[in-house]
């Protein structure tokens, strides 16, 4: 989940209410979904990576989009558009959400929190105007959409990062993967989720756009944190298999495609007791039951050291296109490039060798389980 770059024109790009501090940091700065903001600071990109792994890094995500849907039919409206269990959704768990056309296509991924008064949604910053659209088009006359332009969202995100936070908001060490909940800076309210998108146990808080620069510092003089831009995000998020919306999950791709499946709780599926009812059901529900899929997502591992960037061609060994690969790198936790991309179903089988075309050479890549760095989530303990 995240958002893809936009050609905005310096004069054209919006600021976060963390700007000045960025700039005050050394950060290098660069146009993404119609902003300004930092893709990485002096220590490099590499250096951001491996301390978000070893301690905790702070990552500015106030372009991401928030919003709050208000009012009693509020989780049944939204469940009218989403494949996912919204009216089960306890009070304080959080969800993965995808928004779909009425092909199934992926307009946006997001996630959700019933926060007990309405649900809290973050969607991805360049799809934001279009996914308060769809929002107010569509369930506008059943609840109130709310959005949050005035909040900036940060995340804390590494295996410190909670004895950072909770030096500052006590309490949130009680949260679990996927909970949030209210918590205090002092006299600034936040609203905390533990959750974020590069793998690691972390959080994402969302705070007034009025203190989110002295929150942003006070977590920075924390002596396990560091800055981290948008560089090292997709260098994580890539090691932890996850999608980059405009990337890895667009409008022509489906949720079953995707292998997002996992996100679409029973209850919703064929036979479910809410089966169907959303955009796109006949078609998803069909995959997901087993209909033939034109392609599917998988993670690949090259034995060269040749980086293999998006979209390089993949080809069968006797030199048939079979795919296209849709995000791709030299992992830095692993020293060896990974990709992510799209094949055809015969050539997606664990083990299988296909070839990428980079600049008219045939990189061999094996078919790799994701994610290739095995997530640290902080789940609830399993009683035996």
């Not at 769809?134 to 609840?143: D, E, K, T």
């Not at 332009?149 to 006590?170: D, H, I, M, S, Y």
């Not at 203190?211 to 944190?225: G, S």
Request: net charge neutral; hydrophobic share 45%; charged share 15%.
């Amino acid at each position: 989940m995240s958002a893809t770059p936009t050609p905005n024109a310096p004069g054209d790009l919006q600021h976060t209410p963390l700007q000045a501090l960025h700039l005050e940091l050394g950060a290098r700065m660069v146009p993404f979904a119609g902003y300004s903001l930092p893709v990485q600071y002096p220590a490099g990109l590499i250096a951001e990576h491996q301390h978000t792994r070893q301690a905790a890094s702070l990552f500015d995500v106030s372009h991401m989009g928030q919003v709050r849907l208000v009012g009693p039919d509020a989780a049944a409206a939204l469940e009218s558009l989403i494949p996912m269990d919204v009216q089960g959704l306890g009070v304080g768990k959080q969800r993965y959400g995808l928004f779909l056309n009425e092909q199934a296509g992926i307009l946006d991924d997001f996630m959700f929190v019933n926060t007990g008064d309405d649900l809290f949604l973050v969607v991805n910053g360049a799809c934001k105007a279009a996914d308060i659209a769809h929002l107010q088009a569509r369930i506008g006359s059943r609840c109130e959409v709310r959005p949050l332009p005035q909040f900036a969202l940060l995340a804390l995100q590494g295996p410190q990062a909670v004895t950072a936070l909770e030096r500052l908001a006590p309490g949130v060490q009680d949260l679990v993967f996927m909970t949030g909940g209210r918590f205090h800076w002092g006299t600034v309210e936040l609203y905390v989720t533990r959750s974020g998108y590069t793998g690691e146990d972390g959080f994402e808080i969302s705070v007034h756009e009025t203190q989110a620069e002295a929150f942003a510092r006070a977590l920075l003089a924390q002596p396990e944190v560091k800055p981290a831009g948008l560089g090292a995000r997709n260098s994580l998020r890539l090691e932890a298999g996850l999608c980059l919306y405009g990337n890895d999950i667009t409008t022509a791709t489906t949720p079953a495609e995707a292998g997002l499946g996992w996100a679409i709780q029973k209850v919703r599926r064929t036979g479910g007791e809410r089966a169907g009812g959303f955009p796109g059901a006949d078609r998803l529900l069909a995959q997901l039951a087993g209909e033939p899929l034109p392609r599917v997502r998988v993670g690949l591992m090259a034995t060269e050291r040749v980086p293999v960037r998006e979209p390089a061609e993949l080809q069968s060994a006797a030199g048939q296109a079979v795919g296209l690969v849709t995000s791709g790198l030299l992992a830095p936790g692993l020293n060896v490039p990974i990709a992510m991309g799209y094949v055809d179903p015969a050539h997606a089988a664990l083990g299988t060798v296909v070839n990428a075309i980079v600049r008219g050479r045939a990189v061999p890549m094996t078919v790799t389980a994701m994610p290739f760095v095995p997530a640290r989530y902080h789940r609830p303990a399993v009683r035996k």
